[in-house]
C-alpha cells in the first residue's frame, strides 16, 4: 500500500493519492508550519497535482509494526526524494479490506556534521514561529 501510495503521488494522480488517507487523516510536513488535515492538505496539493507531476517518493528502507489486533501498524521509512534523503513515518488502519493512512510525517534528514549549518540558515525564521507559539 505504501509503495503504491507513493506511485500515485509520482504519477499525479490526485484522487488515488488521497484515497489512501483516512477522511480525518493528518499530513506534517517538512516545514514547522505544515500540519493540515485532509481537507486542508488536499487544497494545498491540488495546483501541484495539477501541473501533471507532484513529488516522487521511493523508499530506500521501510520497517512496519502491527498492532495485536493487525489492524493497526506504523511505520518508519527512508526515502529517495527531491529533497534527497527524507523519513516519512506515520500511522496507518486498516479500513474493510484496504489500509489507509490516519497519520504521515514527512521529515528532511539532515547529517549530523552538518546540523550546525542549518540551524544557522534556519534560525530567523523558526524563531519567529516560535516566538507565536509561545505567545499562545
Known amino acids: 500500500m505504501l509503495d503504491s501510495f ?19 487523516a493528518i499530513f506534517t510536513g517538512t516545514d514547522a508550519t505544515e500540519r493540515w488535515d485532509k481537507k486542508a492538505f488536499m487544497a494545498w496539493a491540488k495546483p501541484i497535482f495539477d501541473k501533471g507531476h507532484a513529488w516522487n517518493f521511493t523508499a530506500l528502507e521501510r520497517h512496519i ?13 527512508l526515502l529517495n526524494t527531491q529533497m534527497k534523503i527524507c523519513r516519512g513515518s506515520g500511522v496507518v488502519v486498516k479500513q474493510g479490506d484496504d489500509w489507509k493512512v490516519q497519520q504521515y510525517i514527512l521529515s528532511a534528514t539532515i547529517p549530523n556534521n552538518q546540523l550546525d549549518s542549518i540551524i544557522k540558515i534556519k534560525t530567523s525564521v523558526e524563531d519567529s514561529i516560535i516566538n507565536t507559539f509561545k505567545k499562545k
Open 6 to 24: 507513493n506511485a500515485a503521488a509520482a504519477k499525479a494522480d490526485y484522487n488515488k493519492y488521497f484515497s489512501y488517507y483516512t477522511d480525518d
Open 65 to 77: 509494526y502491527f498492532d495485536k489486533t493487525g489492524n493497526l501498524a506504523w511505520f518508519d521509512e
